[in-house]
Structures are given as C-alpha cells and as structure tokens.
Nanobody
Framework: QVQLVESGGGLVQAGGSLRLSCVVS????????MGWFRQAPGKEREFVAA????????YYADSVKGRFTISRNNAKNTVWLQMNSLKPEDTAVYYC???????????????WGQGTQVTVSS
C-alpha cells in the first residue's frame, strides 16, 4: 500500500520558519516527481514546489522562490520543504504528492498524503 505521510506543520509567526517532511513507502518512486502543494480554505490546491526523485531537478512557484527550498533523500524515502520568511498568506494545508510527469498541475498527481496544517500569524 502506497503511503505519503507529511509532518512538521504548526503555528508560527510571520518571518519564522518551518520544515515539512514527507515520508513515502509502499513502492519505488524512482523516475517520479515529488511535489508540495497547499490549499487554503475556499481555494483550489496550489502548486508550491517539486523535485525529481532521480536527478534532483527542482522547480518552484513564483510566490515561494527565494523563501522555500525543496530537497529529497532517496535512501530515507523522504522529501522536505524548508519554509523561511513565512507570511500570513502562506497559511494553508500542505500536501505532498507524487506524479510520473514533470508537472505543477495537481490533477496529474497520482498519490497524495493526508496534509499538514501550516498557520502563519501576523
């Protein structure tokens, strides 16, 4: 059974940092892309960042470039999202997902975690 389990969310003040983790199990994701998305109340799921599991190529949404960093460790089957200089508008549930494509469209992702809440206070 494929599982993606996120952790690391919480409440932080504006300007602070959080590090999200996504541990994957149940299959090999070699050749896949791992992505982070977020969804605020009343809004659609929004792309944040993604990394290729095999070659490590990364890409980011413009809104988080320079503040967020995605990384992965193949041996630990883990993907991280380091979030610095957090803003109130970053408040959302953050989801980890997996896709066979180099994609920033949520509909192309085949597997999802349960999400972790990030709340940034002003």
């Amino acid at each position: 059974q494929v599982q993606l389990v996120e952790s690391g969310g919480g409440l932080v003040q504006a300007g602070g940092s959080l590090r999200l983790s996504c541990v994957v199990s149940g299959r090999t994701f070699s050749g896949w892309v791992m992505g982070w998305f977020r969804q605020a109340p009343g809004k659609e799921r929004e792309f944040v960042a993604a990394v290729s599991w095999s070659d490590g190529i990364k890409y980011y949404a413009d809104s988080v470039k320079g503040r967020f960093t995605i990384s992965r460790n193949n041996a630990k089957n883990t993907v991280w999202l380091q979030m610095n200089s957090l803003k109130p508008e970053d408040t959302a549930v953050y989801y980890c997902g997996a896709t066979r494509l180099r994609s920033d469209f949520a509909a192309t992702y085949d597997y999802w975690g349960q999400g972790t809440q990030v709340t940034v206070s002003s």
